[in-house]
């Protein structure tokens, strides 16, 4: 089946460590994108990449790393410089073109600081 | 700026009675429109899109939203809610300026009463 993996579903993480969230997709998409998602604050945007070997900053990217060496892999590196880092993390993909289309959706994973 | 707005943080509806969402949007150009679902710890489900065709469009599950430019509007409707709806429900609009990214609402939650 094609889709979108996120694993883990549930990450702890000792305060002052980095940790990684995969996302692979498997539907030849070329853009991905990562979302965090709190209460109530709908989905912001952490980073995004529409091309492998490149990427862009979203909205929120301060304290988050990324790297886009496949066309099917995302991760994303929560570091220790991220404050707030609870919170539910969402990847995503979608077709590159000039219009935009709709964006395919993992799992998500919730990530808890402890 | 261009942003999107989900007028309701919270509907509650009887079971088998009308459903409506309400979302406005603001840009300058001719958006792309998304209404996504998402069930408690789960991703995000495409309900239906607007891409410059039909107005009125159809998704899954028995919701529709109808187009109105005049009022900046994409407004969703079912017209018999179900148990399986209460869900949490985003308006999400995209714009040719910025290929591939897309623009959340806040969400809203959908109580369906028995």
């Known amino acids: 089946d094609g889709g979108i993996t996120q694993s883990p579903k549930y990450l702890f993480r000792k305060e002052g460590q980095n940790v990684t969230l995969s996302c692979e997709q498997n539907?030849?998409?070329?853009?991905m994108y990562w979302y965090r998602q709190d209460p109530g604050q709908g989905l912001r945007l952490i980073y995004y990449?529409?091309?492998?070997?490149?990427?862009q900053k979203g909205d929120i990217a301060e304290g988050y790393s990324v790297s886009r060496e496949k066309k099917e892999s995302f991760p994303l590196t929560v570091t220790s410089a991220q404050k707030n880092p609870t919170a539910f993390y969402l990847c995503a993909s979608s077709i590159k073109g000039a219009l935009p289309t709709e964006a395919f959706f993992g799992q998500g994973t919730r990530l808890t600081v402890v | 700026a261009q942003s999107v707005t989900q007028l309701d943080s919270h509907v509650s509806v009887s079971e088998g009675t009308p459903v409506l969402l309400r979302c406005n949007y603001s840009?300058?150009?001719?958006?792309?429109l998304f209404w996504y679902v998402q069930h408690p710890n789960k991703g995000l489900q495409l309900l239906l899109k607007y891409t410059s065709a039909a107005t009125l469009v159809k998704g899954i599950n028995g919701f529709e939203a109808e187009f109105k430019k005049s009022e900046t509007s994409f407004h969703l409707t079912k017209p018999s809610a179900h148990m399986s709806d209460a869900a949490e429900y985003f308006c999400?609009?995209?714009?040719?300026?910025?290929?591939?990214?897309?623009?959340f609402g806040q969400g809203t939650t959908l109580q369906v009463k028995p």
């Open positions: 840009s300058s150009y001719s958006p792309s």
């Open positions: 999400v609009v995209g714009f040719s300026g910025n290929t591939g990214k897309l623009i």
């Open positions: 990449s529409q091309i492998v070997n490149d990427f």
């Open positions: 539907l030849n998409h070329d853009a």
